[in-house]
Nanobody
Framework: QEQLVESGGGLVQAGGSLRLSCAASGLTFSLYAMGWFRQAPGKEREFVAT????????DYANSVKGRFTISRDNAKNTVYLQMNSLKPEDTAVYSCAAVKRFQNSKNVQGYDYWGQGTQVTVSS
């Protein structure tokens, strides 16, 4: 059974850093592009970052570009999101997702599997 499990969320002050991890099981990880998405209270889920199957190609939302870095370790079936210079507006539930294609994707509707999410709260 395919499963994605996020970890690493928490409470941090503005300007701080967090590193999220997403461990995949039950799927051939290297066949999947991966993405991170977030949803704040009262808002729709939005794209944050995506990475292709090899880790060579990434893309980011404009709001996080230069502050967040997505990476993956196919040997560990894990994708990461390093978040630096955090802002209160980054507060949300962060979820990872997998789509069975080699290229990365910003399209939230196109993903096949989703994790439960991890809460990130940034205090001012």
């Amino acid at each position: 059974q395919e499963q994605l499990v996020e970890s690493g969320g928490g409470l941090v002050q503005a300007g701080g850093s967090l590193r999220l991890s997403c461990a995949a099981s039950g799927l051939t990880f290297s066949l999947y592009a991966m993405g991170w998405f977030r949803q704040a209270p009262g808002k729709e889920r939005e794209f944050v970052a995506t990475i292709d199957w090899s880790g060579a190609f990434t893309d980011y939302a404009n709001s996080v570009k230069g502050r967040f870095t997505i990476s993956r370790d196919n040997a560990k079936n894990t994708v990461y999101l390093q978040m630096n210079s955090l802002k209160p507006e980054d507060t949300a539930v962060y979820s990872c997702a997998a789509v069975k294609r080699f290229q990365n994707s910003k399209n939230v509707q196109g993903y096949d599997y989703w994790g439960q999410g991890t809460q990130v709260t940034v205090s001012s």
